[in-house]
């Protein structure tokens, strides 16, 4: 394959033309002065300790149940289907029960909207359900209250608002419920007056079928795509698009496929993002110029494309800034037409309704509507929105406030000021999980039961009605939002499912409902497709209305964040502490820019900037945060992620609703005005001559190698040999243990790593740690950059242990902790590791992790021996019970999830009986990290069965292992990613 250009991980590593030696594994500054002898004495002083420590083992007790768990057998995982709710769609789930308790949730491979694959929200859910600082009981004026306290407030409420609702306001946030929606319509008829608000702080990407019929949104068929255009729309992100949508993309980026081409995927952005990342050509451009984008290709098509609604469409449409590369647009506009009806030009829902509108006539006029792109009915209602309750309580209208979730106080626009608002308002009641800022503001403070925890029903992105079922009681009394509403409307409000089996069974029967118990979902409940058309009328009207932002100015472009979205999972350490898939930032947020801009400003790495408006009108309102300079970022172009700048409580065991809390990140809501709602034109920045440390995980583990990650054009690579031949095992009647990594359809999402998280039971260590190169994440997404910095592509690789069948970390260990089985498996014997690290010193790629302390049981930021020890009681619940926890001393990493493959051969020896389970093929299961990915870029399974899936990738021409040279043969192999360019256009402009 054709050779590409040395990738580099940082700009400082560019800015050294990519040379890194071995010597740089140890800070600058470090020296080793200590002399033999006196490392003999420590030595001996190190072993007396610990047989001195070793005498005496804690006590602990072994309390049998008094009644056996329901269908519980010991060591058998249960198996429920249930649903994460979202407004962008639900997540359809299958979660491992164990004695009764939640430990670890997939995707339900049977749902139709997603199949496989899930995201790391909906991986690191059990963390947010166990953690000990939710909300443990309500709490009224700030005095303790009962259940019974809190359903007499409600009848009151009922009572005082029958047949009129004048003074009574609800809002709820934008998943999409059934019984939701028929919980509201009765409300409606007993209170006419009452005021039903809809917020979001971020909205989704088909959120504005703006040019549609009432009800109708948009919904992409990737899979039938050979061009993709996606302009300012991260459409692979999990965090902003479900699943399933993307699902149909990925299918066609493999280059080996044979019943459909190769798609092209073109992207138009400001920031690098995950879509980016995987894009063939990308253009670099301000999210206040996306307009001038599109305008420019409509123009291109139509002078090419005769059509009448977009000849009309650009004559109402005013000048949009923005000066796109000629190139670019060429080349993308000759891929369109010369695709016609196999394309998709998709705006991301940052952008306003001119820039929707005008996407959604060229699609038509590209023959994409009802092809590539459906129109579907949504059959939504319309409510109101949190501008119009903002009004509402100014003119202290509103008397009765129910705010069901969210967390307006904080994330509402700031022209709203929301939180004095919220002040006046009499009586207010808030339902949520953790103590917040819309908490303290609050009268009623009422426990929110987690989704694993209640009843309900929600909706898939494309409509499926998909059930939401509890897998263990509410841990704290929590309430849903369905029962708190059921007590308003005087139905049942106990914590059962008569409110949602009622809504069900209006239009489907008892057999029907318990069938959609079993499998998670109602069998053709899909919204139905319709032969829609668009509204010209409506188009003419938006696009005439345009008010075309100004681009002359430096702009600030809010991001959802990859880690803790619009700050709903700001208290889930599993995803603070997972690294971002550009920055590799834990535990903090950052405003990019790009070198370019960095230079103008005179900012440097960790620069403290105070980021304010143009405008007059919020002049006195500014962001602080710690500037990053971002490889292959727009010029005059600020991002950052929303979320953050918020007090998080800890996860030990003194940590309570009423923890200690510490900050993180920096909060960018206070310039967030309902017109910019994702990007303020026009902002001034000051350096304050402060700086701030990150904790940055991408050079923490560095392999001092070149070549490690590897990409080709589709044509060079069909007219290539292959890169290597594949390395061969011992054949033989045990199963030979293998993994195969797609970097072609990889897009770093990090759903492995949160998976391999939840699974082995690995624990988070805090920001500090992290700085110091102790993050304890068993997988890893190395992130790449190739090019100049400034147009630069982006790799991702997932590494992990290699499983090396020339294993250097095995010989060095004194102990014979780290062994070799007869599988291929490279794996820990907890009990032996007496922490000598010399395995972790010998291993090239730098997987290994090492407990520095009781990370399990030690407060965040607090891990030395003198803090406080013990494990919150519920943080014990969600703990996998097939994996060892692993204490102060003891090495740990990747074991190929040995567990599961136990489980396998276990199932197997029940189903043999007598007879020799050796003729009985291994129940089918996969790792956790394969099981998540939702591109499938990950394959495990038995290299010696020449028919399976991983055997066959091994044979690929793309296929490769790392560090070859050193003969230590990984199991391990890694698929060249390749990409599909036009071949008169550079990759990144």
Same mark, same amino acid.
């Given at each position: ?10 700009l400082d ?10 010597s ?21 002083a ?14 602990a ?18 198996y ?22 939640p ?5 339900n ?57 004048e ?13 939701q ?14 005021l ?41 992100n999990?965090?902003e ?28 952005e400001?920031?690098?993002?995950l ?12 999210a ?24 009309s ?19 993308c ?27 959604l ?14 129109i579907?009915?949504?059959?939504a209602k ?11 309580m100014h ?47 609050s ?7 987690h ?8 909706c ?44 069900f069974l ?34 003419m009207?938006?696009?005439?209305e ?5 681009s ?43 070198p ?9 790495d ?14 006195s ?5 710690a ?23 800890d ?46 995980t ?16 589709l ?6 040999l292959?890169?290597?031949?594949p ?26 790593l949160?998976?391999?998280q939840?699974?082995n039971n690995?624990p ?22 190739v ?12 590494i ?26 490279n ?20 997987v290994r ?8 049981e ?8 003198? $803090? /406080?020890? %013990? ?5 014990? =619940?969600?703990?996998? *019970?097939? +994996? @060892?926890?692993?204490? &102060? ?12 493959i ?18 009985l ?13 939702p ?20 044979? $690929? /021409?793309? %296929?490769?292992?790392?560090?070859d040279t =050193?003969?230590?043969? *990984?199991? +391990? @192999?890694?698929?060249? &990613? ?12």
């Amino acid at each position: 394959m054709s050779s590409m250009k040395t990738p580099w991980r940082s700009l400082d590593e560019c800015h050294l033309e990519g040379r890194v030696s071995p010597s740089d594994e140890f800070p600058a500054g470090f020296e080793n002065n200590l002399e033999r002898r006196q490392f003999v004495r420590l030595l001996g002083a190190s072993a007396a300790m610990l047989a001195l420590g070793s005498c005496r083992r804690p006590v602990a007790h072994l309390v049998p149940f008094s009644h056996a768990v329901e269908w519980s057998l010991p060591g058998k995982f249960l198996y429920y289907a249930t649903s994460m709710p979202s407004a962008a769609g639900a997540n359809p789930l299958l979660v491992a029960t164990v004695d009764g308790r939640p430990i670890k949730v997939e995707s339900n491979p049977l749902h139709p909207a997603t199949g496989r694959g899930s995201s790391a929200f909906a991986q690191a859910s059990v963390a947010e359900l166990y953690h000990p600082a939710r909300i443990r009981s309500i709490s009224c004026g700030g005095k303790a209250a009962s259940a019974e306290d809190f359903r007499d407030f409600l009848s009151r409420v009922r009572s005082k608002y029958q047949k009129t609702g004048e003074g009574l306001a609800v809002l709820v946030s934008g998943e999409i419920s059934p019984t939701q929606e028929r919980l509201r319509q009765q409300l409606a008829a007993d209170f006419p007056g009452m005021l039903w608000a809809v917020y979001e702080p971020i909205e989704h990407e088909w959120a504005a079928g703006l040019a549609l019929q009432e009800g109708e949104a948009l919904l992409p068929r990737f899979e039938r795509a050979d061009i993709v255009v996606s302009l300012d729309s991260d459409f692979l992100n999990p965090a902003e698009v479900p699943i399933g949508v993307s699902r149909g993309f990925y299918s066609r980026r493999n280059p080996d496929q044979r019943t459909a081409p190769m798609n092209r995927l073109y992207v138009a952005e400001s920031y690098l993002s995950l879509t980016g990342g995987m894009a063939d050509h990308r253009l670099r451009v301000k999210a206040s110029e996306i307009g001038g984008v599109l305008l420019a290709l409509a123009q291109a098509v139509a002078a090419q494309v005769p059509n009448s609604m977009l000849s009309s469409a650009l004559r109402a449409c005013p000048p949009l800034p923005g000066s796109p590369d000629p190139r670019w647009i060429a080349a993308c506009v000759q891929d369109l037409i010369s695709n016609e009806g196999r394309t998709v030009v998709w705006v991301g829902a940052s952008q306003p309704p001119h820039v929707q509108a005008l996407a959604l006539v060229l699609n038509r006029a590209l023959g994409n509507l009802n092809s590539t792109i459906e129109i579907v009915d949504r059959k939504a209602k319309k409510a109101a929105d949190i501008s119009s309750l903002a009004t509402a309580m100014h003119r202290r209208e509103v008397r009765h406030l129910f705010l069901l979730g969210g967390n307006p106080a904080y994330d509402a626009p700031a022209e709203l000021n929301f939180s004095s608002l919220l002040a006046q308002v009499p009586e207010t009641c808030h339902l949520s999980l953790f103590f917040n800022e819309t908490s303290r503001l609050s009268r009623w403070q009422v426990p929110a039961a987690h989704f694993l925890e209640s009843w309900g029903d929600t909706c898939a992105f494309d409509g499926t009605l998909s059930a939401i079922q509890p897998m263990i009681l509410p841990l704290w009394n929590g309430w849903s939002g369905l029962r708190v509403l059921s007590a308003l409307a005087g139905e049942d409000s106990t914590d059962s499912p008569i409110a949602v089996r009622k809504t069900f069974l209006e239009q489907n029967n008892e057999e029907e409902w318990r069938e959609f118990l079993r499998v998670g979902f109602l069998k053709n409940s899909a919204w139905s497709v319709i032969s829609g058309e668009v509204n010209s009328s409506s188009v003419m009207r938006i696009l005439r209305e345009a008010r075309p932002p100004r681009s002359s100015d430096t702009e600030l472009v809010f991001l959802r964040s990859s880690n803790v979205n619009d700050g709903r999972f700001a208290e889930n350490a599993w995803l603070q502490e997972m690294p971002d898939f550009i920055t590799k930032i834990v535990w903090d947020n950052a405003a990019l820019l790009s070198p370019t801009t960095a230079a103008r400003l005179g900012v440097q790495d960790g620069d403290i900037l105070e980021i304010s408006s143009n405008s007059a009108s919020s002049r006195s309102a500014f962001v602080r945060a710690a500037a990053l300079l971002a490889p292959s970022h727009a010029e005059d172009s600020i991002a950052i992620a929303l979320g953050y700048g918020r007090q998080v409580p800890d996860i030990s065991i003194a940590a309570s609703e009423n923890a200690q809390r510490f900050l993180v990140g920096f909060n960018a809501y206070p310039l967030r005005q309902s017109d910019s709602i994702r990007f303020h034109c026009g902002v001034r920045v000051f350096r304050r001559g402060e700086k701030h440390r990150f904790a940055q995980t991408q050079e923490n583990h560095t392999i001092y190698e070149e070549n490690l990650v590897r990409q080709a054009n589709l044509n060079d690579y069909q007219h290539a040999l292959p890169n290597s031949p594949p390395q061969t095992f011992p054949k033989g009647p045990s199963p030979q243990w293998a993994m195969a990594v797609d970097l072609s359809t990889c897009i770093g999402c990090n759903a492995c790593l949160v998976a391999c998280q939840a699974e082995n039971n690995v624990p988070v260590v805090g920001k500090e740690e992290v700085r110091r190169g102790r993050d304890m994440a068993w997988i890893r997404i190395d992130r790449y950059f190739v090019g100049d910095p400034t147009t630069a592509e982006v790799l991702p690789q997932m590494i992990a242990c290699q499983h090396c069948e020339n294993a250097p970390c095995e010989p060095v260990c004194p102990v014979n902790a780290t062994v070799h089985n007869e599988e291929g498996l490279n794996l820990m014997v907890y009990n032996r590791c007496i922490g000598t690290r010399y395995c972790s010193n010998n291993c090239p790629w730098k997987v290994r992790r090492f407990n520095f302390f009781d990370y399990n049981e030690r407060p965040l930021n607090q891990a030395d021996p003198s $803090s /406080p020890k %013990g494990m919150a009681e519920s943080m014990k =619940l969600s703990k996998n *019970p097939n +994996v @060892t926890v692993r204490m &102060r001393g003891v090495m740990e990493k990747c074991t190929f999830c040995i567990q599961r493959i136990e489980e396998a051969k276990i199932s197997r020896l029940v189903r043999a009986g007598p007879s020799d389970p050796e003729k009985l093929p291994l129940p089918s299961f996969q790792t956790a990290c394969q099981q998540a990915c939702p591109a499938e870029a990950i394959v495990f399974g038995n290299e010696a069965d020449e028919n399976s899936w991983v055997a066959r990738l091994r044979l $690929s /021409p793309r %296929g490769y292992t790392l560090l070859d040279t =050193l003969n230590t043969r *990984p199991r +391990v @192999t890694y698929l060249t &990613r390749i990409r599909n360019p036009h071949n008169e256009l550079p990759p990144c402009i």
